[in-house]
């Protein structure tokens, strides 16, 4: 009788157990126990960038009613990955250009808002050098030691990385060594220490360590600008209703509106607005990187 009762017991906490786990599958996205995951990349410190991303979760749950979850990565990549996994362990991202461009065309996120800086959605990329390096021009970085944010990073490696090709510099062979630095942030305080002898950054990423080294404008100096690049900005899985989206999206136009949520994005981006945009905006830039003759996967090598 105890060894039936015992049974009976164990089938029925079984039962229990399938049943909850059935009703914490079924919950939406954005329930708190289904929360929206948001992943962001390290452009600059990466206890920065939590931080303000945490602090626009907390905006849009006010607004929303939406859980969002947000996590740092510590390269594109794994933000792509996430993406693309079945089923997606990111439901949002914000990614910079080049890392878009690449997980669009895997099918993996699809572009909603762009962001704003200096009142522009575009920005330039530059290669920054040490005062007294003795390279004054990109076709001399032949033999030096070169850093970069990430092997993904748009204006930090593929647009740099073509610009040198275009002067006759072969990243690959040429240079003495390149460095992932693992941020912007991180790029320029290694020229700036004498790490390594040149780097690539956004403009003007030399600003973000000017608290610590106030003289960082004068012993850091550009040697060449990019061409306009679009900025980075907030894309989703395809997996993301279109009506949840749309209440994501209006509520971060209105959050970028406000002077809590300006704090916010300026902590974890530099954002000073968002703009709607879709894939199309992109499409200046897959022209540049078509003109430069080498495929996606190439460029990512």
Known sequence: MVKKTLLVCVIFLVLASLVLIGAQKEQPLGSEENPIVWSFVPSGEMERVAAGAQSVADLLYEMTGLHISTNVATEYAGVIEALSSEPPEAHMASLATFAYVLAADRG????????????????????????GSGIRKVSELKGHTFARPDPLSTSGWIIPMLTMRTAGVDPETDLQEIVDAGSHDSVVAAVYAGDVDAGAT???????????????????VVIELTEDIPNDGVQFSPVVPDDLRERIVDALVEIAETE???????TAYQWSGLERHGD????KFRQVLQASGLTIEELQE
């Open 202 to 220: 956004y403009v003007d990423a030399r600003t973000r360590i000017e608290d610590d080294h106030p003289d960082v404008m004068e012993k850091v």
């Open 260 to 266: 809590e949520g300006k704090e916010a994005l300026k």
């Open 280 to 283: 199309t905006f992109y499409d």
């Open 108 to 131: 993996v996120a699809e572009a909603a808002l762009v962001s704003v800086r200096y009142g522009s959605p575009t920005y330039n990329g530059q290669i920054i050098t040490r005062k």
